[in-house]
């Protein structure tokens, strides 16, 4: 065992807390311990001292198209370049003609996500969903989720099978909302929406297509008790920004993803609405805003062990940044802000119980 001592810890996805350490074991975070304990309960131990630093856990991306990667040498470069912005989590998205083989790292998690297309999707592709489900089932350490394109253009009889294997397995499932952003007869909407209930497709589902969240679909979101999947693209200007805090001031659980942006937008995010809100957000949205990248996500993943707050128990996986650094913050007796974390001041990344190589 060693302890991890840092100037300030965001503890419980909640606050800040001084004077508090992490005793680490292997790849757990044992205990929350007072800095004044240490000299009384553990002298044998080692201690790493990050004196200018505040204690974050660590990030997720939970939806990243993999179809500029050309075997495992581009996906390495990809899974990098995520982890020098501190994410140790990644959802690895492809469709059913490129199944991404890799060698997990148990440092790093990984998980898969399938994307069906409803226009071209045939028995033979159900068939192969059956047998690589299959293989992730005899590997705990991988994880396999669904995701449906085009979900208008699917066979019933193949939706059926689809709600089926996810509901059997508790696979999780995405599903596009795209194809729908034009549909405003509510008829329509709700015809839908009421099929794919009876047959239990959407219960704790995960729904894509930010511009198609209209009044129906929000009351069905929070009726099956599903996920907004939120593209770090879709809320680039302010409006929409605006509307994204708005769910969750609502507490709609949301989860910031890339897709297929071309780098981690998470930081750029948060400064903008540092920036726009200033003042005016409250610490518990901001507390909220930090979720849809870490709590909020640890159900799309198979370890056991949460690494979505720093808390006992949980999986000691976690960020340092360096609050002298850049323009983070110049005094270590003001209030922290979430909202004003960076990638210039990330410093180290740590992942079950491992300094990663950031550099």
Same mark, same amino acid.
């Given at each position: 065992?060693?302890?991890?001592?840092?100037?300030?810890?965001?503890?419980?996805?909640?606050?800040?807390?001084?004077? @508090?350490?992490?005793?680490?074991?292997?790849?757990?975070? &044992?205990?929350?311990?007072?800095?004044?304990?240490?000299?009384?309960?553990?002298?044998?131990? &080692?201690?790493?001292?990050?004196?200018?630093?505040?204690?974050?856990?660590? =990030?997720?991306?939970?939806?990243?198209?993999?179809?500029?990667?050309? *075997?495992?040498?581009?996906?390495?470069?990809? =899974?990098?370049?995520?982890?020098?912005? *501190?994410?140790?989590? !990644?959802?690895?998205?492809?469709?059913?003609?490129?199944?991404?083989?890799?060698?997990?790292? *148990?440092?790093?998690?990984?998980?898969?996500?399938?994307?069906?297309?409803?226009?071209?999707?045939?028995?033979?592709? %159900?068939?192969?969903?059956?047998?690589? =489900?299959?293989?992730? @089932?005899?590997?705990?350490?991988?994880?396999?989720?669904?995701?449906?394109?085009?979900?208008?253009?699917?066979?019933?009889?193949?939706?059926?099978?689809?709600?089926?294997?996810?509901?059997?397995?508790?696979?999780?499932?995405?599903?596009?909302?795209?194809?729908?952003?034009?549909?405003?007869?509510?008829?329509?909407?709700?015809?839908?929406?009421?099929?794919?209930?009876?047959?239990?497709?959407?219960?704790?589902?995960?729904?894509?297509?930010?511009?198609?969240?209209?009044?129906?679909?929000?009351?069905? !979101?929070? &009726?099956?008790?599903?996920?907004?999947?939120?593209?770090?693209?879709?809320? +680039?200007?302010?409006? @929409?920004? @605006?509307? /994204?805090?708005?769910?969750?001031?609502?507490?709609?659980?949301?989860?910031?993803?890339?897709?297929?942006?071309?780098?981690?937008? /998470?930081?750029?995010?948060?400064?903008?609405?540092?920036?726009?809100?200033?003042?005016?957000?409250?610490?518990?949205?901001?507390?909220?805003?930090?979720?849809?990248?870490?709590?909020?996500?640890?159900?799309?993943?198979?370890?056991?062990?949460? +690494? *979505?707050?720093?808390?006992?128990?949980?999986?000691?996986?976690?960020?340092? /940044?360096?609050?002298?650094?850049?323009? /983070?913050?110049?005094?270590?007796?003001?209030?922290?802000? %979430?909202?004003?974390?960076?990638?210039? +001041?990330?410093?180290?990344?740590?992942? +079950?119980?491992?300094?990663?190589?950031?550099?």
């Amino acid at each position: 065992m060693f302890i991890i001592s840092p100037k300030w810890i965001y503890l419980n996805n909640k606050k800040f807390e001084k004077e @508090k350490a992490l005793l680490i074991d292997q790849s757990v975070i &044992r205990e929350v311990i007072d800095k004044a304990s240490i000299e009384k309960k553990y002298t044998n131990l &080692r201690i790493i001292e990050y004196s200018d630093h505040v204690l974050m856990p660590s =990030l997720t991306e939970s939806y990243i198209n993999t179809d500029d990667c050309i *075997g495992t040498d581009h996906l390495d470069i990809k =899974l990098n370049k995520l982890l020098r912005y *501190g994410v140790t989590r !990644v959802n690895l998205l492809t469709d059913n003609n490129n199944t991404i083989k890799y060698n997990f790292d *148990g440092h790093l998690e990984l998980g898969q996500v399938l994307e069906l297309d409803g226009k071209v999707i045939s028995q033979l592709d %159900i068939n192969n969903i059956t047998s690589l =489900l299959d293989s992730f @089932k005899s590997d705990p350490t991988k994880s396999l989720s669904i995701s449906l394109k085009n979900i208008c253009s699917f066979k019933n009889e193949f939706i059926k099978k689809i709600s089926s294997i996810t509901n059997e397995l508790n696979i999780n499932l995405h599903i596009n909302l795209d194809e729908l952003k034009n549909m405003t007869d509510k008829k329509e909407i709700n015809g839908y929406i009421e099929y794919w209930e009876d047959i239990n497709l959407i219960n704790n589902c995960h729904f894509h297509g930010f511009s198609s969240f209209s009044k129906e679909w929000l009351l069905c !979101v929070k &009726r099956n008790n599903s996920t907004l999947m939120i593209s770090y693209k879709e809320i +680039s200007d302010i409006e @929409k920004l @605006k509307y /994204f805090i708005s769910l969750l001031e609502k507490k709609f659980r949301c989860v910031l993803v890339s897709n297929d942006c071309e780098s981690y937008q /998470f930081y750029k995010v948060i400064n903008l609405i540092n920036a726009v809100m200033g003042n005016s957000t409250n610490i518990n949205t901001i507390n909220k805003i930090m979720d849809c990248v870490t709590t909020n996500t640890s159900n799309l993943f198979s370890n056991y062990l949460s +690494s *979505g707050c720093i808390k006992k128990g949980n999986q000691a996986s976690f960020n340092l /940044f360096n609050y002298k650094k850049s323009h /983070f913050i110049e005094n270590s007796d003001i209030n922290l802000n %979430i909202c004003n974390l960076d990638k210039e +001041s990330l410093t180290h990344v740590w992942s +079950s119980g491992k300094k990663m190589d950031i550099k």
